[in-house]
């Protein structure tokens, strides 16, 4: 990659003209009008049961609860002895959306229903929300870097996350409060959420975190066809609530806030994540448990997403949404200007470590491969 470190022309953040071999995440380069964003449009859902199995429908969706005025929420309750963990050493790639869109090729919007082969989805990428919000956020980012895996297949680019070494390591060697704390989010849940549209919140139940229910969106960035899918905490309950995703609600919880610097750092780096996350499926509002250091809630704020921006205004030298969707726009260019082999055995594999270039390389049946012949088959028939 020597040449990616020649003097590229100024504002260009692709290194070199031509095929760029790199791509900078400087903020400054990304400071330009706010790009297109359509209103993403949800095409379909699933869920993934106790045992992670996949269910092609809304069973595992849930309800927001809200709480009374000054609710007495102890989230370390249960840790020990009511709470089944998700294995998080179990890699599932893009599987569970895979199997959606096999389930639904009817339902993705565009399609060109012409066109002879039934490869086709009509859409430029495949990929889980969860992903995005990295991309988004990479501007901002100075300590975790990331490695995504992309494979065109059929016209379609997927990308699917690999585990850094870093967040292998950090992963397994936890400490015994980081494990609970990150329970302490699940448990939130359990308190703002029924399951039944009429049903009230079980805090003396099982929390388990393999149970998810998902949404599936459309939607476009810039020009860059996209569909993606992202966990959806809970929904509101009112008949009359707008349709998915407007109904959805995302659950948060975070350390109170009882100084400017802690109430500086919530809006430079807990809004940046939040907002990310909400933002790219249209979920419009975040409900958030503030707690104490004994894992007790003290008090509870809903935030609209489209305030946020508003919100961390008098911050000063803070994130902007526009860097984020800008980057991620010029990061989706790059990766259509470099994934140019219709192979899903071929993977371009991206990588980028803070203060550092987005970099790739390319590995033909790797062990990086990631589309499965289950899904080649099934798409080919
Ligand atoms: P909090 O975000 O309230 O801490 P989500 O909010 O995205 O629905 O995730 C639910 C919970 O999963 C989080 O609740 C947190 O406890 C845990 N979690 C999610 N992503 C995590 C991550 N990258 N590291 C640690 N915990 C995480
Ligand atoms: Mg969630
Ligand atoms: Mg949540």
Redesign the pocket.
């Given at each position: 990659y020597k040449r990616s470190r020649e003097p590229s022309g100024d504002q260009n953040p692709h290194k070199r003209h031509g095929a760029a071999v790199t791509l900078a995440t400087n903020r400054q380069m990304y400071e330009r009008n706010f790009p297109l964003y359509k209103q993403p449009v949800e095409v379909g859902c699933f869920s993934l049961d106790s045992h992670r199995n996949f269910f092609n429908d809304h069973r595992q969706m849930r309800y927001y609860v809200q709480p009374s005025k000054c609710p007495e929420f102890n989230l370390r309750d249960g840790y020990t002895d009511r709470f089944i963990k998700r294995d998080d050493g179990v890699k599932e790639r893009l599987d569970h959306l895979l199997k959606w869109i096999l389930a639904n090729r009817d339902k993705i919007q565009n399609r060109d229903q012409t066109s002879s082969s039934s490869l086709v989805l009509g859409v430029d990428f495949v990929t889980w929300r969860g992903h995005l919000t990295k991309v988004l956020t990479t501007p901002y980012e100075t300590h975790e870097g990331w490695l995504l895996a992309a494979s065109k297949f059929g016209g379609t680019v997927y990308i699917s996350e690999v585990e850094t070494e870093a967040a292998r390591t950090d992963r397994e060697k936890r400490s015994e409060r980081q494990e609970e704390?990150?329970?302490?989010?699940?448990k939130?849940?359990q308190y703002a959420c029924a399951d039944g549209v009429d049903g009230t919140p079980d805090p003396g139940g099982v929390v388990n975190?393999n149970e998810a229910f998902c949404t599936v969106v459309q939607t476009r960035l810039a020009d860059h066809k996209l569909l993606f899918s992202g966990?959806v905490?809970c929904r509101v309950s009112d008949a009359d609530a707008p349709p998915a995703p407007a109904c959805y609600v995302?659950?948060?919880?975070?350390a109170e806030i009882c100084t400017p610097k802690q109430r500086s750092n919530f809006h430079r780096y807990k809004l940046l994540k939040w907002w990310a996350?909400s933002f790219l499926p249209g979920v419009p509002q975040i409900v958030a448990?503030f707690r104490d250091h004994d894992g007790v809630v003290v008090s509870m704020e809903t935030i609209q997403t489209s305030k946020i921006s508003q919100l961390i205004k008098n911050e000063f030298n803070c994130w902007k949404p526009t860097v984020c969707m800008n980057f991620c726009s010029d990061f989706l260019s790059f990766v259509k200007s470099v994934v140019k082999e219709d192979d899903p055995r071929l993977v371009y594999l991206f990588t980028w470590d803070p203060h550092r270039d987005v970099s790739y390389t390319v590995h033909r049946d790797s062990q990086y491969s990631f589309i499965p012949e289950w899904y080649v088959k099934e798409l080919r028939s």
């Open positions: 704390m990150m329970y302490w989010g699940y939130f849940e975190t966990e905490d995302e659950l948060k919880t975070s996350q448990g």
